[in-house]
């Protein structure tokens, strides 16, 4: 067994399950007429109702002593001091930096990093501003109509969930496009699309080594020379965000068309920096910053309030009480709002790509399970497909509903549905109902929940929202002891790619794989070889 099974905190927790297998949530909310009021709380306007959970005062207690018996309070302080907590590329953690806008000096390896992020977002208004307001032109003369950002992973599903979450925000003489996929389609379309005299490519890509971004890329560049545009002026049609000055040089984008970020931003906690300008071309420089700001509100709760209170810290033990207590392997995010569409595609990356580990910082493997798998849809659309294994399925989902008190629509009436559905799923799960004699239509209940109410989507909270995501995750894998920060599972999948991408474009037949993939590799090359002679 690993110390931390064996360790005091872990083995209360697990008596301390046993001692609830009696009772349930609707139980402990009928011996408790205050319950709400204790397992609710709000921090950077986001109110947390945690109260639908199977958990008690000792719960929060026994929890709180794991975090701190991990170190979450010392790991916390090391990662807003810049220390090196990415330990597996010798990197500091340092988003919380790119939102810090009070003055506040953070170092990294001595250098203050506050002017050198005030400075690319200061070139990020001098850009936006320009374009948004027509001074920056394309090779014609025509304003810029549509911005097409082509990124992946990190360097895509941020700026784009946010573009979508701030729809209501976004200037409408712009349309936005996001193409990430090495699908050609992905491309195909967006270019059917768009007139290359009025489009601006944002290039993002923290390494700008990523092959399907450099395709991608190489695709757009080609099809706007193709227009009949000379190679002088792809300037005003191509910028890049990166931390590889080299490469976006040899690619051919002008480095004053660069926008700087660096090592110590993760991809998937990017949106903060340049990867954010995508964002700040939609909405403004202004509502980027007002996101800021509101991750900001959230990181000062993250570092200052006591773990019992304070939000992140609750929404990572409460995950860590049903992954490794109960066995759920999975947690729903249910957005009741349109505009959050993309936020659980987002979170997926987040979450999933920095706790899908299972080797300790110390180099063993674990014996406890670590990140779930994230997933979900918006409501009430999943209500009408997925719920009902939510609700009377075999497997224990713990699900997080996020609901915005204030629409920005007029249609109230729909606000009011919208709502009272979300509120009542929490309530259903929880509550069951047994129908005598009819176990097939008999609900169980004692599903947990969290309910996350928003007064209103806006930059500023949505920024709050991001953040105190982004810090349960910190929190968990401080306490199943990984490196949060790497994502070293991605890479041989790359290599083997380039690989096999080498023999799919030769003619002959391949024997390099085993039997399957050679089949594979094959049967394309076959049916490529027989198109192409059919239309020879
Ligand atoms: O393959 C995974 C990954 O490295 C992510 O972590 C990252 O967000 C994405 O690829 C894109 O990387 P880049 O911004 O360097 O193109």
């Not at 996101?291 to 773990?307: I, S, T």
């Not at 490794?324 to 569409?341: K, Q, V, W």
Request: charge should be negative; charged fraction near 20%.
């Amino acid at each position: 067994m690993s110390n931390l099974t064996q360790s005091p905190a872990w083995q209360a927790l697990a008596a301390h399950r046993d001692s609830l297998a009696s009772t349930s949530i609707r139980e402990l909310f009928a011996q408790d007429r205050e319950r709400v009021e204790r397992f609710s709380r709000e921090a950077a306007g986001v109110y947390v109702d945690y109260s639908k959970n199977l958990i008690n005062d000792d719960t929060v207690a026994l929890l709180a002593a794991l975090a701190r018996q991990a170190g979450v309070e010392e790991q916390r302080r090391a990662m807003f001091a810049g220390e090196r907590i990415n330990v597996t590329e010798d990197r500091s953690v340092l988003h919380v930096a790119l939102r810090e806008r009070m003055g506040t000096s953070i170092l990294v390896d001595g250098e203050d990093v506050a002017p050198i992020v005030s400075a690319v977002l200061a070139k990020m208004r001098r850009f936006t501003d320009a374009v948004r307001e027509g001074a920056w032109l394309g090779h014609t003369g025509r304003a810029i109509t549509d911005v097409v950002n082509i990124g992946i992973g990190g360097s895509d599903l941020g700026p784009r969930m946010v573009c979508e979450a701030l729809k209501p925000y976004g200037r409408k003489a712009l349309t936005m496009h996001f193409v990430s996929n090495v699908d050609g389609a992905e491309m195909a379309e967006v270019l059917q699309a768009v007139d290359p005299e009025t489009t601006l490519f944002v290039i993002a890509s923290k390494t700008f080594t990523t092959r399907e971004t450099l395709l991608n890329a190489h695709t757009a560049r080609a099809w706007f020379l193709r227009s009949g545009a000379a190679e002088a002026v792809i300037a005003k049609h191509f910028v890049a965000v990166s931390t590889n000055g080299e490469a976006v040089a040899a690619f051919g984008i002008d480095p004053g068309n660069m926008f700087e970020f660096w090592d110590w931003v993760g991809g998937r906690y990017s949106l903060w920096s340049a990867i954010g300008l995508p964002i700040a071309l939609y909405v403004g420089m202004d509502a980027f910053e007002a996101l800021l700001a509101g991750a900001h509100a959230m990181d000062r709760h993250f570092a200052e309030a006591p773990l019992e209170q304070n939000l992140p810290v609750l929404l990572a033990l409460i995950g860590i009480w049903y992954t490794n207590f109960f066995g759920a392997a999975s947690h729903l995010i249910a957005p009741y709002d349109r505009y959050l569409h993309r936020l659980p595609a987002y979170l997926q990356q987040l979450d999933m790509e920095s706790n899908g580990k299972s080797v300790t910082l110390s180099g063993e493997r674990v014996d406890y399970a670590t990140g779930p798998v994230i997933w979900g849809e918006p409501g009430t659309n999943g209500q009408h497909a997925f719920f009902q294994l939510l609700h009377q399925g075999s497997a224990l989902i713990p699900a997080d509903f996020i609901a915005c008190m204030q629409p920005h629509h007029v249609l109230d009436a729909h606000h009011e549905v919208l709502l009272a559905n979300c509120f009542a799923q929490t309530e259903a799960l929880m509550n069951g109902s047994h129908a005598k004699d009819a176990p097939h239509r008999s609900f169980d209940g004692n599903r947990p929940t969290n309910t996350i109410c928003l007064d209103k989507l806006d930059p500023a909270s949505l920024g709050a929202l991001l953040a105190l995501y982004e810090h349960k995750v910190f929190v968990q894998g401080v306490i199943w002891n990984i490196n949060s920060f790497d994502q070293w599972g991605v890479e041989l999948g790359k290599r083997l790619a380039v690989a096999i991408e080498g023999e799919i474009t030769q003619p002959d037949t391949t024997g390099a794989h085993d039997g399957s993939t050679n089949v594979l590799i094959d049967r394309f090359k076959a049916r490529r070889n027989a198109r192409a002679e059919s239309t020879n």
